[in-house]
Each structure stands twice: as C-alpha cells, then as structure tokens.
C-alpha cells in the first residue's frame, strides 16, 4: 500500500517564476492538505481541499493556489516566486473528509528560489 | 487566534533513559485536538500520539505517552526507554473540532546519545 507521494522531490526556480507541486494521497484518502516548512520551523497550513474544492486556507496569498482531482491528487501552484518561498511544501492526506483522524504525510518537496 | 509554542529548541538523552519535551497551546476553544509528530532525518513526518481534549485520560502508544494539563494548556510527551532510532525533529501540532488546520509549533531536536 502505498503512501503519500510527491514530485518532483527538489525544484530550483528563479524569481518571478511559477512552479506546479503535485501529490498522491495514500490509497483510501480523500482529503489533501498542503503545508510550506520553512528552514528550522514548523509547518505552516496553506490549504486543503476535499471533493476538488478547497476547504479551509491559512495566511498565505493568492498567487498560492491549488487543485484536487476526480481521483484525489492534488496539485499546488505558487505564482510570482519569491525569494521567501523558498521551503519544504509538504502534502498530507487523509480520510473521510479529514474526520477520519491521522493525516499521513509526503516525503515533501524541497523548492528553492534564487 | 491560536498558538503552540515549544521552548526547547533541542534536547539530548542517554540510549535507554526517559526525556520529556514540552509544549504550551493557547485556546479560547473547549473542542480541539492535540498531537506530537516526529519528523527524522528523512523528512517524513509521522503521527507519534493523539489527544482529545475532552478525554482526561492522558494518551499512551507504547513507550510514548503525554502528560495533558488542560487547564495550564500543556502537552508534554514522554518517551521511555529511548531508543536510537527516536532521534528526530518532534512537533507538537493543534486542531479546533471541526476545523481542518493544523497548527504546529517550532519544533524539539531530539539527540539520542549511545
């Protein structure tokens, strides 16, 4: 069974650029929730979406946005990159519409903005 | 708005002995949930133990358990019998009932020492 995946795992763009994430939850989740850890904190919520609508957003702008699937992947997209985005993205999943208790984390990708 | 601050920013234990990392959340909520992560080297996050705040019980996985104070809002987690393996990034992290954001704060880096 496999569990959360993510791609690409690192990614270098430069300012001003666009960047496309993508993740699979595990098998059985219909719920994904996207995540920026910074360097040395803990991760910050962005969104998470469920049904292929987005459900509850943290404090992040607009040029952060996202998409669900028909067959639940997700793919998040970052706008107008900036030096601060520079961060592990990580995707978490789970079931029944996030009710179903533990969210199962990716391995993360790591971006870097120069 | 909702807060989890962990004040150690790193912590060492010998192989075999017990540690207990802290961690202090600010509520005005009667309905939430509380969790400790561990995120190892690797990056994968993964759930350690949960806690319902209307549960009094303190939650136990085996070598892990938590210390719940409600009402001084501290979450702590022990672990016995370190093991070498336990050596990670751990996290405390919140939920309101009903909502889908997880907050997180800034992490402990546990040291496991031969």
């Known amino acids: 069974d496999a569990g959360v995946t993510q791609s690409p795992t690192h990614l270098i763009k430069t300012r001003g650029q666009q960047v496309t994430l993508r993740c699979s939850p595990k098998?059985?989740?219909?719920?994904v929730s996207w995540y920026q850890q910074a360097l040395g904190q803990g991760p910050q919520f962005i969104f998470q979406y469920y049904e292929e609508e987005e459900r509850q957003r943290g404090n992040f702008p607009d040029r952060f946005s996202g998409h669900q699937f028909p067959n639940y992947s997700s793919e998040l997209n970052v706008n107008a990159l900036l030096l601060g985005d520079s961060a592990l993205y990580l995707c978490?999943?789970?079931?029944?519409?996030?009710?179903?208790?533990?969210?199962?984390f990716g391995p993360g990708t790591r971006l870097t903005v120069l | 708005a909702q807060t989890v601050t962990q004040s150690q920013p790193e912590m060492s234990v010998q192989e075999a002995e017990t540690v207990t990392l802290s961690c202090t959340y600010d509520t005005s909520e009667s309905d939430y949930y509380l969790f400790w992560y561990k995120q190892p080297p690797s990056r994968q996050m993964i759930l350690v133990i949960r806690q319902e705040a209307y549960k009094q019980q303190n939650a136990t996985e085996n070598r892990f358990s938590v210390n719940f104070q409600k009402a001084a809002k501290s979450f702590s987690l022990k672990i016995s019998d370190s093991q070498l393996g336990d050596a990670a990034m751990y996290f405390c992290a919140y939920r309101r009932g009903g909502t889908y954001k997880y907050i997180f704060g800034t992490g402990t880096r546990l040291k496991v020492l031969a």
């Open positions: 098998s059985g989740h219909d719920t």
């Open positions: 978490a999943s789970s079931a029944k519409g996030g009710r179903g208790g533990e969210q199962f």
